[in-house]
């Protein structure tokens, strides 16, 4: 792998803009495969999820932040998010906010990443499948457009 390539790893993991930037970078800048980026895109986004459990865990270990998160958290958030709708809310949550967040809330609601790990990666593919899509098609059309 190269700089660009670290570049791409970069984007894609990065909570602020993460796939929406790393996808047309990846088309425009790379020339990366449709199917590289399909693959590629949602893992790496998912980075997100497991930096911010990771964080919950290491603070949680510490006696004065379990105490606050316990004074503040609310059994009927918990029972709304470990609900049936949890799915959803979850999957359409994800791009909107992003996943780290979606994670810290739920991390603070008691709901563990297993329980929401699939919501956020089909998420992550639909993103990515969209701004995919979106970087090879558009300039197709504006091309056609243009004719």
């Known amino acids: 792998m190269d700089g660009m ?3 791409y790893v970069a984007l894609a993991i990065n909570p602020f ?3 929406l930037i790393a996808v047309p970078f990846a088309v425009f800048q790379l020339d990366y ?3 590289l980026i399909l693959v590629s895109g949602p893992p790496l986004a998912y980075v997100q999820v497991v930096v911010t459990d990771l964080a919950g865990g290491i603070l949680e270990r510490w006696p004065w932040w379990k105490r606050m998160l316990e004074g503040k958290r609310s059994p009927r958030i918990t029972r709304l998010l470990e609900g049936k709708g949890a799915f959803w809310s979850t999957f359409l949550a ?4 992003g996943p780290w967040v979606v ?3 739920m991390r603070y609601a008691g ?4 329980r929401i790990a699939l919501p956020i990666l089909l ?3 639909m993103i990515t499948l969209l701004a995919t899509a979106g970087c090879y098609l558009v ?6 457009v243009q004719k």
């Open 5 to 7: 390539d670290w570049a």
């Open 17 to 19: 803009g993460g796939l």
């Open 33 to 35: 495969s449709p199917w």
């Open 94 to 97: 994800a791009p909107l906010v």
């Open 103 to 105: 994670m810290a809330f």
């Open 111 to 114: 709901v563990p990443q297993r």
């Open 123 to 125: 998420s992550m593919l």
């Open 139 to 144: 300039p197709q059309w504006l091309g056609d």
